[in-house]
Each structure stands twice: as structure tokens, then as C-alpha cells.
């Protein structure tokens, strides 16, 4: 997705909504191929630190990868790339991942934890890096505006209402 800071750390931007249906046949050869080309990629694009934008919203619960294969991955993952990764961010975290990765976190390392951010919109996500080469897929823009336009429309009508209002002040 391009690169930050002096030039040589990577953005590597990871869209969940494009991973193969999980109903699939083929779907574990498919899951470990894939990994495997992600890692010979990241292999060659990482000279020194990187990051990795993971995208989750868009995705429906039958693309996401399972808590077996993200174990598998994290522990294939030579130490070299482990170290230099110094963000993991995770634009529009479900409950479910949240909750997996709250559920593991006595199973992985304390510093690969400290890595993980989570941001709730494309807004937040511009704040934190250069978005001029990040590619986000047409799926995920949409699913950002109707999040926004939603909780818009939410925090409107506590705001119009009396009831709602008072409790907000208290």
C-alpha cells in the first residue's frame, strides 16, 4: 500500500472481505497457500519495520479467517518480521475479533499485543498514516459511510431528545 517515515517501512493493508467463503471445498488448501504467499510477499517488501492495516469491516462471519489459521500464521511468522512489525491496525473491529483477540492475549507475546490498535473509522485511520498510496476497497468506503451516517443519526436523536439528553449531562 506503499510506505511511511524515511521510505523503507511498508504499509501492508490486508482487506478481509476479499478471503475465499469458508463453505468452500478447497477452503484450508486455499487459506494455506494464500498464507503462504502473503509471507513470501512480506518477505520481500520488508527491508526494515512495517505495518500492517488489517480491514475487517464489509466482511462477512463466513470470510474470516479462523482462530486455527490466525495461530498457525502468528507462529509461522519468522522472528525477523515479528520484530519489525510496529503496528497492527484493525479498522472497524467486530465484537468477535475483539473478543478473540481478548480471549488470546495470555497466549501471545505481551510486545506483539502492545502492537495491536484498534480504529473505528477511515477518518481515524487517515490520522495515522499517509493514505495517499492505501488502496481501501469500494465495500469498506461504503461500509465506513453508513457506519458514520448511522452513528450520526444516533447521536442526533440522543441529542433531540429530552430524556436522552439529561442522561448524557449526568
Not at 13 to 31: E, G, H, I, K, Q
Not at 38 to 48: C, G, H, N, P
Not at 52 to 68: E, S, W
Not at 77 to 90: A, M
Amino acid at each position: 500500500a506503499g510506505y511511511y517515515g524515511d521510505g523503507l517501512n511498508a504499509i501492508i493493508v490486508f482487506a478481509a472481505c476479499f478471503l475465499p467463503d469458508s463453505s468452500r471445498t478447497d477452503y484450508n488448501y486455499v487459506m494455506e497457500n494464500l498464507f503462504l504467499y502473503v509471507i513470501s510477499t512480506l518477505e520481500l517488501m520488508v527491508a526494515e519495520d512495517y505495518m500492517i492495516v488489517y480491514l475487517n469491516g464489509a466482511t462477512p462471519r463466513r470470510r474470516m479467517p479462523g482462530l486455527g489459521w490466525m495461530k498457525k500464521c502468528y507462529q509461522m511468522i519468522d522472528r525477523r518480521l515479528r520484530k519489525n512489525l510496529k503496528s497492527f491496525i484493525i479498522v472497524h473491529p467486530s465484537w468477535f475479533i475483539r473478543t478473540i483477540l481478548t480471549v488470546t492475549r495470555p497466549f501471545i507475546s505481551s510486545k506483539f499485543s502492545s502492537k495491536i490498535q484498534y480504529v473505528n473509522t477511515l477518518a481515524e485511520l487517515r490520522e495515522m498514516i499517509p493514505m495517499e498510496y492505501v488502496h481501501i476497497p469500494d465495500s469498506i468506503v461504503k461500509y465506513d459511510e453508513e457506519k458514520c451516517i448511522k452513528r450520526r443519526m444516533r447521536t442526533s436523536c440522543l441529542s433531540n431528545d429530552p430524556e436522552m439528553a439529561s442522561v448524557e449531562q449526568e
